[in-house]
């Protein structure tokens, strides 16, 4: 009998899948609260809150 059964590669796919997204969630995390990502992320959480007068000219 191999060793390979499916539960060995179903527990592999488990953990690998959590590792995956795990460092997929840190990197995003990372991206967010990188200082030089600040004020971009400031200013984009503001824009609903803008009234259109605010708005440069030219644009809707």
Known sequence: MSGLTYETVARFAQQGGLIYFGAIF?????????PR???AFKRLAHLPLQDHEDQPDGQP
Request: proline share 0%; charged share 15%.
């Open 37 to 39: 990502n600040r004020e």
């Open 26 to 34: 840190l990197a995003g995390v990372a991206y967010a609260l990188w």
